[in-house]
C-alpha cells in the first residue's frame, strides 16, 4: 500500500493546471468579442475557411502568442506522458499484486478451521477486493482520457501553431503544414466538445473544458464524467440483470475521481486487515528485554544506524550488530531458545584477511592490515557476509566483499555474558575483541567502486552491492566454481556478473 501511495502521490505532482490558464484566457476573449457567435463558431469558421475576425487574429497573435502556444503544447504533453508512464509502468503493476495478496488473504478466510483465529473476515477481504477492482478500472478510464486527449491537442495545437504562423506572415513548413481528413475531423470534435461558452456543468465557471486529466487527481466528484454508454461491453453488462448483479464484476462508479476510489481503497484495507493486526498482537508478548547500549549524545542518533541480521538453529537465536556505520567492530549476540538462559556476545574486529582468501586481484596489491565494517547480512546459517572498507593512508582505501565462517566462530566458545547492570558493557573498549580475518573464507577487493550497502541471498548464491551514491549497483556470483587453476580472476569465487546503472532515479517506495 505504501509503494501504491508513493505512485498516486507522484501522480498528483506530475499534473500541471497549465491549460486552466489558457481557459482563462479563453473565457476572458469570449466575455469582450463584440462579434455575434460563440468562441467555438470563430473557431470552427478558421478551422473550414482560414478566415477569422479581427479579434480573434489579435487574441491569437498578443494574447496566446505563437511562443505561449509552444509552451503549453509541450507542458501538457510531458504532464500527461508522466502520469500515462506512473499508471502503466507502476500502478497496475502494484495493483495486481494487491489483488494477488487480497485474493490469498481471502481463501484463508473461507478456510475458518486453520486460519479462523486470524480473525480474517471474508466479508471485509472480499469488500476490499472490490475497492481494488474499482480504482483499477478508473485509472484505465483515466488511460483512455489521457491517450483521447494527448491525439486532440496534438491535431488541435499543430493546426492552431500554423494558423498564427501564418497571421505574423511567417513562412510554413511544409511538413507541419498539411493536414488530412483525419485530422481536421479531430480539430472539428475537438471544437465541439470543448469550446462553449455557457458551462452547462455544475461547478464550472466558464464552458471551456480543455482540462480533463486534472480532475481524476482531486479530493472531489468529476464535474465532466467520461461518456461510456457506446461501450459494448457496458452496454451488454446493463441490459443483462443476472450480469449486472453479479459479483465478480467490479463495479463501475463514473462520478468518482481516482483519488476519491484511492480512499475507499485505503478504508477498505484498513477494516480487512485492522482485526487480524489486533488479534495477532494481542497473542504476541515481550518475555524479555535487554538494553544494548545507549548513546551518548543526542548528535549520534543522526548518524548510528544499528543494522541487525537474524540467524536462527534449532537451538539458538544470533543477531548480527553494528553500532554504528561504519564500525570498527561488530557484535554476534547470542541468546538460547530457553528463557531462563542469559545473553552473551562476541566482538570482532577485521584485521588482515587470510590468506587463503585472497584472489588474485588481492594478492597483487599491497595487502591490508585494518578494515572497518561497512554491512554485515547472514549468507546462510553457518556463514557471514562483510562489506568492508580498506584503512589505508598510503594507498586508496577500496571496498572489500567477503565471506565469514560464522560455524568456526560458534564453536570456538568464546562468547562473553552480557552484563544486566551496565547497557554501555558490550561497546566498552576494554571487552576483548577477536580477530575475524583469521575466519574470512572468501574476499574480493571491489574495483573502481565505493560501496554503501549490499544484500546477499544464499539460496540464489548471489550478492547485490549498492554504491555509495545509490545510483548504481552490482552484482556478484557468490559460488562460482573454477573449472581450470590458470582461469583469470574473474572466475573467482566472487566474479561480477553484471553493473547496472541508474541514470535517472525515479521518484517512487514499495
Known amino acids: 500500500m505504501e509503494y501504491l501511495n508513493q505512485t498516486v502521490k507522484s501522480m498528483s505532482e506530475a499534473w500541471e493546471d497549465i491549460l486552466l490558464e489558457m481557459e482563462s484566457k479563453l473565457n476572458k476573449y469570449a466575455e469582450t468579442k463584440p462579434t455575434p457567435g460563440t468562441v467555438c463558431d470563430d473557431f470552427l469558421q478558421l478551422l473550414m475557411w482560414g478566415k477569422s475576425c479581427q479579434e480573434l487574429q489579435a ?12 509552451k503549453l503544447g509541450h507542458s501538457v504533453e510531458n504532464s500527461y506522458c508522466n502520469i500515462q508512464k506512473l499508471i502503466l509502468k507502476h500502478l497496475q503493476s502494484v495493483g495486481q499484486m494487491l489483488l494477488f495478496h487480497l485474493t490469498e488473504l481471502k481463501g484463508m478466510s473461507l478456510w475458518y478451521d486453520k486460519y479462523g483465529v486470524l480473525g480474517l473476515s471474508p466479508v471485509s477481504v472480499q469488500d476490499a477486493i472490490i475497492s481494488l477492482g474499482s480504482f483499477m478500472l478508473k485509472a484505465n478510464e483515466l488511460l483512455q482520457v489521457i491517450d483521447s486527449s494527448l491525439t486532440s491537442f496534438k491535431a488541435f495545437f499543430r493546426w ?11 513562412s510554413v513548413p511544409s511538413a507541419i503544414s498539411k493536414m488530412n481528413q483525419k485530422n481536421v475531423n479531430f480539430v472539428a470534435d475537438f471544437l465541439t466538445e470543448n469550446f462553449t461558452d455557457n458551462p452547462e456543468k455544475e461547478g464550472k465557471t466558464s464552458g471551456f473544458t480543455l482540462e480533463r486529466v486534472g480532475q481524476y487527481l ?5 464535474q465532466l464524467v467520461n461518456d461510456i454508454s457506446n461501450n459494448d461491453w457496458y ?16 463495479p463501475h ?4 475521481s481516482l483519488i476519491q476510489l484511492h480512499e475507499q481503497l485505503q478504508t477498505a484495507m484498513n477494516t480487512a486487515l485492522n482485526r487480524p493486526s489486533t488479534i495477532i498482537g494481542q497473542h504476541l508478548q515481550c518475555n524479555k528485554s535487554f538494553k544494548l547500549y545507549n548513546s551518548l549524545k543526542k548528535e549520534e542518533t543522526k548518524t548510528s544506524r544499528p543494522v541487525s541480521r537474524y540467524c536462527v538453529d534449532s537451538n539458538q537465536m544470533y543477531i548480527v550488530m553494528l553500532s554504528q556505520v561504519p564500525s570498527d567492530c561488530l557484535y554476534i549476540i547470542r541468546q538460547s531458545q530457553d528463557e531462563s538462559s542469559d545473553i552473551e556476545f562476541l566482538k570482532l574486529c577485521v584485521g588482515t584477511l587470510a590468506e587463503s582468501s585472497l584472489n588474485t586481484s588481492t594478492t597483487s596489491a599491497a595487502i591490508c592490515n585494518q578494515h572497518q565494517i561497512v554491512d554485515v547480512s547472514c549468507y546462510d546459517d553457518t556463514t557471514l557476509s562483510l562489506l568492508l572498507q580498506e584503512i589505508n593512508s598510503n594507498q586508496e582505501a577500496l571496498s572489500v566483499l567477503c565471506q565469514l565462517n560464522l560455524g568456526a566462530l560458534i564453536d570456538a566458545e568464546q562468547f562473553v555474558k552480557m552484563s544486566s547492570e551496565d547497557a554501555n558493557y558490550m561497546l566498552q573498549k576494554d571487552v576483548v575483541s577477536i580477530d575475524a580475518g583469521l575466519y574470512i573464507t ?20 548471489v550478492s547485490c552491492v549498492v554504491f555509495s551514491n545509490f545510483r548504481r ?22 566474479e561480477a556478473t553484471r553493473e547496472i546503472e541508474e541514470e535517472n532515479k525515479e ?3 514499495g
Do not use: W
Open 442 to 461: 572468501q574476499s574480493r577487493r571491489l574495483e573502481n567502486m565505493k560501496a554503501g550497502r549490499f544484500a546477499v541471498s544464499g539460496s540464489r548464491k
Open 473 to 494: 549497483v552490482r552484482i556478484f556470483d557468490m559460488e562460482t566454481e573454477e573449472d581450470n587453476e590458470d582461469e583469470s580472476c574473474d572466475a573467482s569465487a566472487l
Open 218 to 222: 482531486k479530493k472531489e466528484d468529476l
Open 507 to 509: 521518484n517512487i517506495s
Open 253 to 256: 462508479q463514473p462520478t468518482k
Open 235 to 250: 452496454s451488454f453488462v446493463q441490459s443483462t440483470p443476472i450480469m449486472k448483479e453479479s459479483p465478480l464484476l467490479y
Open 160 to 170: 492552431l501553431y500554423v494558423i498564427m504562423m501564418r497571421l505574423a506572415n511567417e
Open 59 to 70: 487574441f491569437l497573435l498578443h494574447e496566446l502568442t505563437e511562443k505561449g502556444l509552444k
